[in-house]
């Protein structure tokens, strides 16, 4: 495969507020062998519990991300990065006052299929 410089992410459409910009994945058509993304969460942002059949990594860029995993709720802060493995029930929030604003890297590419967020 020749190599890809992205200019243009895709721009995955929400209803939450979120930014978030696919610049490698199946949203961005660049494959599905991983993806790669830049967000930026709201205060007082939050999503549903998930099961994931991908591992995620996150790299935390500035502010707060609020993690809830296997029973331990853990606060990401810049600089900081975090792997969940596939298969872990997990939940991503930012309660504070300040945007979280992170890159997600999925192994197998994220899918709204392989998610698996439970109902709200």
């Given amino acids: 495969m020749p190599y890809i410089k992205q200019t243009t992410p895709f721009v995955v459409p929400t209803t939450d507020g979120k930014l978030i ?49 296997d029973g331990d709720t853990l606060t990401l802060e810049a600089g900081q990065t975090f792997l969940v493995p596939g298969g872990t029930r997990v939940r991503y929030a930012n309660p504070f006052d300040e945007p979280a604003e992170y890159w997600s890297l999925c192994v197998p590419a994220f899918s709204p299929d392989t998610v698996r967020r439970e109902a709200s």
């Fill in 21 to 69: 910009e696919e610049h490698f994945g199946l949203a961005s058509a660049h494959g599905g062998a991983f993806s790669v993304a830049h967000m930026v969460a709201p205060p007082r942002w939050s999503e549903p519990f998930q099961t994931p059949a991908f591992d995620e990594v996150t790299i935390m860029i500035r502010g707060k991300k609020q993690i809830e995993v």
